[in-house]
């Protein structure tokens, strides 16, 4: 992977965790560091979903696949949060 790759996934990382974060109710415990792990891993795995639902390559804005990874940004930073929040 170069440079470029990985600069763009943790850019896409960072608006996919941001808005991830938005959807979620209430105050989040965890920094903006986690914020963009779990926006790049939702961004990768929604990606494969939309790509196994025939989705991710569409005339324009893929706005399901965009859909997919921000439900996912916001079920993982929930998810953190509780877990951050137990300890």
Do not use: F, Y
Request: glycine residues 14%.
């Amino acid at each position: 992977m170069e440079i470029s790759g990985l600069v763009s996934a943790v850019v896409i990382g960072l608006v996919i965790g941001v808005l991830g974060r938005l959807v979620v109710p209430g105050r989040q415990h965890i920094g903006i560091l986690w914020t963009i792990v779990v926006g790049i891993a939702a961004a990768l795995i929604g990606s494969a979903i939309a790509a196994g639902l025939g989705v991710a390559d569409t005339e324009g804005p893929d706005w399901i696949e965009w859909l997919v990874q921000i439900a996912l940004a916001a079920v993982g930073i929930s998810a953190l949060d509780r877990a951050v929040s137990r300890r």
